[in-house]
């Protein structure tokens, strides 16, 4: 059973010792990759003998690999258990901060440190576990908080004379120091975020291990701790090893540069991590927007707010918006394919939003995680997806509904970088047994051009299943809202599924006061109404704004 979730976790603030209560979840693409779980993790004291009291120590002792006693073993592997930790020795160090206790511990993944300044009477004793960040810590890379963390940590128990930091080999969130900076490479070369760069390298989002921390921490005598951290994973991962986490004392730093904030942030929405939401240096939509669309834009960020942390959502928040024409198509059908059907009709696409309706259009894309699109929208128009407005917030990651991998790699999607960066391109498709070789090859070459390939489950047409598409979205790539713009098919696609279950939160249509005639339609037949309905005029535009019903309209 993988450890994801932290409920119910008493937390203590540093100021005043006032007690909190978070329950805040990793998110489910983190939790997916996570690689210590709860079932692997060996009790922290199998086969280990009692050791003799910390106070009594004068010498240090090698590492015992031939000792009397066997070194404990996990079952499966035959390796040294993860739990393992034999003290070394322990010295003092003189520093900025006044001498320093430092004990040293080998564990199976490395040597590691325990900082002591104190621990009172064993119970409730502030502890940092930190692991290592060269970057950070010696280079003073502001690309992460992490120094600046280890700072605040030992600042506090130097200064209390009270506290433990537990100081682990565990660069780059496991990875690497190697990989790390591979990772780095990635973030400026493709504006990847610390999780998808990751991704991108073929490896875990997380790979830390704390299994030998409850063994060094009773080998010091401590009992329970106040864990000085901001991450939900550490405290699920050192309750699962035997730690008695009795509360949380965030960490909170400053950020000194942007980049650190966009770090922050990364961490926040896609990790869980308890950091306050960092509010953009342009908030307000009014500033450039008036009136009720203002009012509309600043509605709609609250609704994906309120969306986005809430944890009991299995599928990320979804916005259906588009235009239309006042007799109800999106786009032309070219000459001499008026007998098309869906995606084998060759479709014309035709500017129907006025000026402002568009800027409304950059400024929603602006407010969500992802865009969605099918692949027809790409193939007939080669979109950005992007946001070209400022002060409209980020351009959102690009998602493709694709069933059969047609997307070309040298799209606009997969070769265009955005001044601002944005995450990679998720490509959709169908799990299928039907042309598997060619797939295969299509999903390489996409993969290759920078794109994130997930087979999703089918439905009864063969066409990927739309709740699974988005709970993959949100499970294995972090995307908590996501904003459906077309084509037509993808439209009646969502349309016809919220007949039946609740697919979509909100839909915002623009009808633009032109009449086509004929062309591509948008509508299903005994499809649903909206309800909550707000509407106004923009430029010569009709704004609609509500949420779907299955209720009948009333009779006349």
Known sequence: MVVAVWTHVRVVS?????????????????????????????????GLRSPPSFASRNAPRPFEAESNTALPKDNDAGSISKSFAQYVATTTIPSSRGPLKVS????????????????????????????????????????????????????????????????????????????????????????????DANLALGLPVEMRNYAAVQRILEDIGVMSVLLMTNNPFKVAQLHA??????????????????????????????????????????????????????????????????????????????LLSFASSLDGFIARYRSGSEGGVGESAAKEPVALSGEASMALTHHLRGSVDA?????????????????????????????????????????????????????????????????????????????????IVLRCQTDSRGQVCLRDALR??????????????????????????????????????TQAPKLLGSGVPWAVQGGPCLTEVSSFILGHDAIFSGRLSMAELPKK
């Open 14 to 46: 540093k100021v005043g010792r006032q007690a909190r209560y978070f329950s805040p979840s990793i998110g489910a693409d983190v939790a997916a990759r996570i690689q210590c779980s709860a079932a692997s993790v060996p009790s922290p004291l199998n």
């Open 104 to 195: 040293a511990f080998r564990t199976a993944i490395g040597d590691v440190l325990a900082v002591v300044s104190g621990i009172g009477n064993g119970r409730r004793v502030p502890v940092r576990v930190h692991d290592a960040c060269l970057t950070g810590e010696v280079l003073g890379s502001l690309k992460c908080d992490c120094g600046l963390q280890l700072e605040m940590a030992l600042d506090e128990q130097s200064k209390q004379q009270l506290g433990v930091t537990i100081y682990m080999p565990q660069e780059g969130r496991g990875i690497g120091l190697a990989n790390k900076i591979a990772a780095y490479s990635l973030q400026e070369d493709k504006g990847l975020d610390t999780v």
């Open 241 to 318: 090893a035997g730690v008695l986490v009795e509360g949380v004392l965030p960490l909170l730093a400053a950020p000194k540069a942007e980049v650190t904030s966009q770090y922050l942030e990364t961490k926040r929405l896609r990790m869980g991590h308890m950091l306050p939401k960092l509010e953009p240096k342009e908030t307000a939509p009014q500033e450039d927007l008036e009136g009720p669309l203002a009012k509309l834009v600043m509605e709609f960020r609250e609704e994906v707010r309120r969306a986005q942390s809430d944890a009991s959502r299995s599928i990320p928040f979804t």
């Open 371 to 451: 865009i969605l699109v099918g692949v027809g929208t790409v193939l007939v128009d080669d979109p950005l997806l992007d946001v070209r407005v400022d002060g409209a917030g980020p351009s959102p990651r690009p998602v493709v509904l694709d069933s059969r991998l047609r997307l070309p790699p040298d799209c606009r999607l997969l070769t265009h970088r955005p001044s601002g960066g944005r995450a990679p391109t998720v490509v959709l498709c169908a799990e299928t047994e039907a042309d598997a070789e060619g797939l295969r090859r299509r999903a390489a070459a996409l993969e290759a051009a920078g794109a």
């Open 472 to 509: 993959r979205l949100q499970d294995t790539v972090g995307v908590r809202s996501v904003m459906v713009e077309g084509g037509s098919d993808v439209i009646r696609s969502f349309l016809s599924e919220s007949q039946r279950s609740s697919l979509v939160d909100r839909v915002i249509v």
